[in-house]
């Protein structure tokens, strides 16, 4: 059974910085594609960032410059470390774990931006 549990999210002043971690458990990790999605209020899941196994990184437009996603295969953990945040990166975090024949998903952490 594989779980991703994430860690890290809370409520934040605009410009401010959260470290989220994303502990994965069973032998996927290091063979996946790790991402971080987000979902605000009334709105669908978009992607935030993802990372191969290469160590590849993507990253939104919104994300660009602010975000930053790495992976520790040693630790089966994923992070994003995310700074200059704003009211508008309001939203559960997601991380999911991922290749051609699955995907799997935590169950997400809030992260709120205050003005």
């Known amino acids: 059974q594989v779980q991703l549990v994430e860690s890290g999210g809370g409520l934040v002043q605009a410009g401010g910085s959260l470290r989220l971690s994303c502990a994965a458990s069973g032998s996927i990790f290091s063979r996946s594609v790790m991402g971080w999605y987000r979902q605000a209020p009334g709105e669908q899941r978009e992607l935030v960032a993802t990372?191969?196994?290469?160590?590849?990184?993507n990253y939104a437009d919104s994300a660009k410059g602010r975000f930053t996603i790495s992976r520790e295969n040693a630790k089966n953990t994923v992070y994003l470390q995310m700074n200059s945040l704003k009211p508008e990166d309001t939203a559960v975090y997601y991380c999911?774990?991922?290749?051609?024949?699955?995907?799997?998903w935590g169950q997400g952490t809030q992260v709120t931006v205050s003005s």
């Open positions: 999911n774990a991922g290749a051609m024949w699955y995907t799997y």
């Open positions: 990372i191969t196994t290469a160590g590849a990184t």
